[in-house]
């Protein structure tokens, strides 16, 4: 008797386990494998909207310069405060690809003592080393390099106050910094400017703990300059051209982007203002095949870009997106297609140069 | 292993799938017309031998199943393949039928486009037709979401056969665009169909076969008929507006003149027609709007 009373209640837990009745995104095959090619949309419930009213900067890696261009197209207002010197970032910051240089840059443009950074040369030009690749020919004097800074975080105070949304684009853990100064480097030195010394200038891979602490102080010291701020976090599909671990490219690639994707989650997970936006997860996802991929497997085609600004437009631009719906929204040739490639600038493919 | 295959334009890609997997050469196919007279004609010339398995495409069953004077003629034991028709990529293909037959378009391919032939019959130029070839357009007809429905039907279809059309379907999408047009796969295509049909329902086949697109023929591939740019691009793939018949390649506005020229020859706004799929008035209303 007991027995099948035993048996009974098996079969009731049978029939409720967890997973029944989840939404169908919960599972690979409705999720993934039987979604048609170019359709994949893994997000399920998105915090906040962009709306016509709204103010949009950009900041990070390589692959941001990818959505700025596309929020442009679209007609939303998107905050240029250099435009004269720039129309890839919301100001002249060039790449900003760790966690820890985001926090430098509000370091930098909010403190009111102007700090000493590293001015580097090369052929008898000179470059910010915090930004050394936005002058593509360089300055003529360290002074005008340091004039030049002075007004760029009178630039940079404005995207952070006056803009409402911030996507924030994160690249890499593995950076170059000053020992003496601390200053974080996007690109090491020596590689398109300044001069490499293992005195003065170490490496540094930011580990999860790390990183996690940093956006989190990033997101907080950006909501506490605007509290009406939202921010939208993604991690950058685009492996990295180079790591100075003494392991695989590839081992890196995978170590990094699982620190910036558990720090994004952290950041999500204690801030309600802040969004996850699965950039990296569209282009890197099983699903694409590899198809999103340009022949060196590492920048991101424009028919991936357009996948990414389908599923960001249709969750993110609503009713305002100016025509951008929830399909791709311009036919692209083949030539413009590796145009599209070649249009945004990468500080680290310098490294190979 | 001897075997016959009955059916459309499929059946040469499914008999060098199966002379492939068998590594035999007694493989016959038939190209067959698929009406009633068509089938009766066939099936009493070609009389059941024995020794061959005879395969029969699903798309002559339901002429089979409806004419008593065909069925008898069909061989009493047969196996069923299904007809791959997969319209996510082409969804603007279109039939056109008068007295004649086929009504062919500009190129002489029996494939038309849904966006010229409205433009066409509503008196609209081929430069006005032409700007009708847009994401709004495709995205009011429907055309971009075409890929659920398309996969359901073929699934059915394998269903029907006892094969698994999810499985040949995931497959398939590593490939990129698997069809030439709406009933022309690849080969590859086809093959993969017939070994899972050989796995199914044929005695286990002596080799297995690694990298098959080497050593199939592509028997159709005479003509493309392009994925749209902009269909392309929500499918993650590259596209295209470049029409191929045979020799004769054609962009946009040049499949559009001389389909529109050819019209004009047979007088198409003053025939009667029949329209496979129907072109009904929202559809006609959404393009010329």
């Known amino acids: 008797m007991s027995l099948i009373k035993q048996s009974s209640r098996n079969e009731q837990k049978m029939s409720t386990h967890p997973y029944r009745g989840l939404p169908s995104t919960q599972f690979w095959n409705t999720g993934v494998s039987d979604i048609a090619p170019g359709q994949l949309d893994p997000v399920t419930a998105p915090r906040f909207t962009i709306d016509s009213d709204d103010t949009v900067a950009t900041l990070g890696s390589c692959f941001a310069q990818h959505l700025a261009r596309e929020i442009k197209k679209a007609g939303f207002h998107y905050l240029e405060t250099e435009p004269e010197e720039t129309d890839t970032f919301s100001a002249n910051y060039g790449n900003v690809y760790t966690v820890e240089q985001a926090n430098q840059l509000l370091d930098k443009s909010f403190s009111p003592h102007p700090s000493e950074i590293e001015v580097w040369s090369r052929d008898g030009r000179f470059y910010d080393s915090l930004r050394p690749n936005v002058f593509e020919h360089g300055l003529s004097s360290k002074e005008e390099v340091l004039a030049k800074r002075s007004i760029h975080h009178l630039a940079v105070q404005r995207v952070f106050t006056e803009s409402n949304i911030i996507v924030f684009t994160l690249g890499l853990t593995e950076a170059w910094r000053s020992r003496v100064t601390g200053d974080v480097f996007p690109l090491a030195p020596g590689v398109s400017a300044g001069e490499f010394d293992p005195e003065v200038h170490e490496f540094k891979n930011y580990d999860v703990t790390e990183t996690t602490a940093q956006l989190i102080e990033w997101c907080q010291r950006v909501h506490d300059l605007n509290n009406q701020v939202k921010i939208l976090l993604t991690v950058s599909p685009v492996a990295l051209n180079a790591t100075f671990e003494a392991r695989h490219v590839w081992a890196s690639t995978t170590y990094s982007k699982a620190v910036l994707r558990l720090a994004a989650q952290a950041a999500y997970e204690k801030f309600d203002f802040v969004d996850y936006f699965p950039s990296y997860e569209i282009i890197t996802s099983p699903h694409s095949r590899g198809k999103y991929f340009a022949d060196d497997l590492r920048e991101v085609l424009p028919l991936g870009v357009q996948h990414v600004m389908r599923v960001f437009s249709h969750h993110y631009l609503g009713d305002n997106s100016n025509g951008l719906s929830s399909q791709v929204h311009s036919y692209q040739s083949p030539k413009e297609d590796r145009q599209g490639i070649s249009d945004v600038f990468c500080d680290e493919s310098l490294i190979q140069q | ?289």
């Open chain 2, 1 to 289: 292993m001897k075997f016959r295959i009955h059916g459309n334009c499929q059946v040469g890609s499914v008999a060098d799938s199966l002379r492939l997997l068998y590594q035999t050469e007694d493989v016959q196919s038939f190209l067959v017309d698929t009406s009633a007279q068509g089938l009766l004609n066939h099936f009493s010339k070609v009389h059941s031998t024995d020794g061959f398995i005879e395969i029969i495409h699903d798309s002559l069953l339901s002429v089979i199943n409806t004419h008593p004077s065909v069925a008898e003629l069909v061989p009493t034991q047969f196996l069923t393949i299904p007809s791959i028709t997969f319209s996510a990529f082409q969804p603007d293909t279109q039939y056109i039928f008068n007295e004649n037959g086929v009504v062919k378009n500009g190129l002489q391919g029996d494939w038309n486009s849904r966006i010229a032939i409205t433009g066409y019959l509503r008196g609209l130029s081929p430069r006005q037709t032409e700007e009708l070839f847009n994401l709004g357009t495709f995205q009011a007809l429907g055309y971009l979401d075409d890929w659920n429905e398309s996969a359901q039907f073929l699934i059915e279809s394998f269903q029907k056969c006892g094969l698994n059309g999810t499985q040949w379907l995931r497959r398939m999408a590593t490939h990129g665009v698997f069809m030439h047009g709406i009933n022309h796969p690849s080969p590859i295509a086809i093959f993969d169909l017939v070994e899972q049909f050989a796995s199914v329902h044929l005695p286990p086949a002596d080799h297995k076969i690694a990298g098959a697109e080497q050593y199939l023929t592509d028997h159709l591939s005479h003509i493309v008929w392009p994925v749209y740019p902009e269909i392309a691009a929500t499918l993650g793939l590259e596209g295209t507006y470049l029409w191929r018949e045979g020799s004769q390649h054609a962009d946009l506005r040049t499949f559009l003149e001389s389909s529109f020229q050819h019209w004009d020859f047979l007088n198409l706004k003053n025939t009667q027609t029949t329209f496979i799929p129907s072109l009904d008035e929202s559809h006609q209303a959404i393009i010329t709007k």
